[in-house]
């Protein structure tokens, strides 16, 4: 088998009753998620971002000095000081102040956070000495979809008095560690994840969210795709079959997938199949189970595309979430 078919996989459903009670389980959660109020929107986006990878480093600009950020998704956090930032994106970010809403004047000062996740380079200026974390995140192939849904910046005033808790971790990352102490890494991890999620809450609780966010400028077309693939991920999805169940042609659509979900509809097939596998492997499903469950051919197939797309084998993805080893992620 090669192309479209072979990455996902043949489509016949088999496996026990446990594996299939998991997968109407997740399409009667995944149809909810569909008919979900703003609040229950959020709280499907948080759900779904999940950092694999994070490194922060803390600056000290004296007045003046610059600092530029890599692309890809980044989160400042100001501790002292005011700075400047400028991105070719700045326009669709929102600031927020106490009672106001308006578009981004490029000015945070201490307490102050910035959320970039586009591909445009970021640029700090100093405006007086200034003491700034700066995290470089990867999130998980699964988490992607997710992603799609926030703006390329975003940015609170204030996050500090909103989020205390997560302002407070911001105060220690990038703080070199005296003692390489176990499970260091899982931890640098889940402090990550906790400031990503707070920021993305204020923003949103702040009303910077557009109306109608995450779902606002949903395609109805795309959406009877996504919404096929969760009713049943273990089908043998081809960009044909797919573009017919949105009603398009087959370039149409491929396009049209790609450019609002940044991913090709054959990875956001796998993506589905692998965060439902994920559930399924921590709900204790047997590899052979799930694998069998979502389409493929063999535990061993299954096994190589989980590892492609998480990083480690089905069985230390097990064993990492019941704490046996220690998780091979982040710096």
């Keep these: 088998m090669s192309g479209f078919g072979a990455e996902l996989g043949r489509g016949n459903v088999h496996g026990r009753t446990t594996v299939l009670a998991l997968v109407s389980m997740h399409r009667t959660n995944e149809a909810a998620a569909h008919l979900s109020n703003e609040p229950e929107g959020l709280a499907q986006v948080l759900s779904g971002l999940e950092v694999t990878e994070a490194e ?115 105060q220690h990352l990038g703080e070199p560690s005296g003692v390489a102490r176990p499970g260091n890494p899982v931890i640098c991890l889940l402090m990550h994840r906790m400031l ?15 109306r ?41 659509f491929a396009a049209a997938f790609r450019e609002h979900y940044g991913v090709s509809p054959a990875r956001f097939v796998t993506q589905t199949r692998m965060a439902l596998a994920m559930r399924m492997l921590g709900a204790g499903a047997s590899v052979a189970e799930v ?6 051919a063999s535990t061993e197939g299954f096994s190589r595309r989980f590892r492609e797309h998480i990083g480690v084998t089905p069985s230390t993805w097990v064993a990492m979430q019941r704490g046996t080893i220690a998780a091979p992620l982040g710096r």
Excluded: K, N
């Design 212 to 252: 109608g966010w995450p779902t606002a400028d949903r395609d109805p077309h795309l959406d009877r795709v996504v919404a096929a693939v969760d009713a049943d991920p273990g089908r043998a999805w081809t960009v044909d079959t797919l573009a017919r169940v949105g009603a398009m042609s087959r370039s149409a």
């Design 196 to 210: 990503l999620l707070e920021v993305i809450r204020v923003w949103f609780e702040l009303g910077c969210a557009p």
């Design 56 to 170: 922060s480093v803390r600056l000290r600009l004296e007045r003046g000095a610059h600092h530029t950020a890599t692309d890809g998704m980044t989160l400042i956090v100001v501790l002292e000081g005011t700075v400047r930032f400028s991105q070719r994106a700045v326009a669709t970010a929102c600031v927020t102040r106490p009672s106001i809403t308006h578009r981004a004047d490029e000015i945070l000062s201490a307490g102050d956070a910035l959320l970039t996740c586009g591909d445009d380079v970021l640029h700090l200026e100093s405006l007086d000495d200034a003491h700034v974390v700066v995290s470089h995140l990867r999130l998980a192939e699964t988490s992607l979809r997710h992603a799609a849904a926030l703006p390329s910046m975003l940015a609170v005033v204030g996050f500090r008095e909103r989020g205390p808790a997560a302002g407070e971790l911001a």
């Design 291 to 296: 694998g069998a469950g979502l389409g493929y």
